[in-house]
């Protein structure tokens, strides 16, 4: 079982719907990250985050602690938001190393216009 | 540029020959971690280095994987012996360990071996 479950697998919808992404991870952490991989491979860092909320334009994050869970949502969401969302657990856990993050397998999301 | 680099970016090679990448972190970066993820999986972690040094490698990494960091800067992966299992792409970061508890980490555009 991986330490980090993400959910959907993969999300299809309509431009300018809400989108949300969810993240539950089984292991301690020290920060949590979400990242967005567009094909051909290069990784982004959208968040890092280890309480509370942030904000970045139309991207949200959210994380509780407590309950070990985070969520990404998207406002108004565009076809270019197209892409694969991987959360991830960084620090303070088996198999990453000292920081070496502990991935999710990633929600592959499509925007339809 | 003055983001993490990565060389090349694809490469295909037939089985049981050697090959090695090259990624460049970010200048003042400390450390320096090697990911892999196969198709259709969330990256996996392989190693980090601190500067030189190299603190931690997964199980994942075979004795037929070594990586280097010989001066501190960039470091070079290299598999011998390739299999048709180690096609993935092979992602490098990089981050700056400073009084933080934990830094966040910046990701090169990755290096994607096929195997024939």
């Known amino acids: 079982k991986n330490e980090v479950e993400q959910s959907p697998q993969n999300l299809t919808a309509q431009e300018g719907e809400f989108i949300t992404i969810n993240c539950s991870y089984s292991?301690?952490?020290?920060?949590l990250h979400w990242l967005q991989q567009h094909p051909g491979g290069g990784i982004v860092s959208l968040f890092m985050?280890?309480?509370g909320k942030k904000k970045h334009g139309r991207l949200i994050a959210t994380i509780n602690i407590q309950e070990k869970h985070s969520s990404l949502h998207i406002t108004a969401s565009h076809p270019r938001d197209s892409a694969v969302y991987i959360c991830a657990a960084g620090g303070g856990h088996s198999g990453g190393g000292a920081d070496g993050l502990t991935f999710g397998k990633g929600t592959h999301l499509i925007i339809q216009p | 540029d003055t983001g993490v680099s990565q060389d090349p970016r694809h490469k295909i090679t037939k089985r049981g020959q050697n090959v090695t990448f090259r990624c460049d972190p970010i200048?003042?970066?400390?450390?320096l971690y090697w990911y892999r993820q196969t198709l259709g999986q969330g990256p996996e972690f392989l190693t980090y280095?601190?500067?030189?040094?190299?603190?931690?490698k997964s199980r994942l990494l075979s004795d037929r994987f070594s990586a280097e960091r010989p001066k501190g800067s960039f470091s070079t992966l290299e598999i011998q012996r390739t299999e048709q299992g180690d096609s993935a792409m092979y992602l490098c970061?990089?981050?700056?360990?400073?009084?933080?508890?934990?830094?966040?980490?910046?990701f090169g555009p990755g290096t994607r071996l096929t195997v024939l």
């Open positions: 200048s003042e970066h400390n450390r």
């Open positions: 280095f601190q500067n030189e040094a190299q603190l931690e």
């Open positions: 985050l280890s309480s």
């Open positions: 292991v301690g952490i020290s920060a």
């Open positions: 970061a990089s981050s700056l360990r400073g009084s933080s508890v934990y830094n966040e980490q910046f």
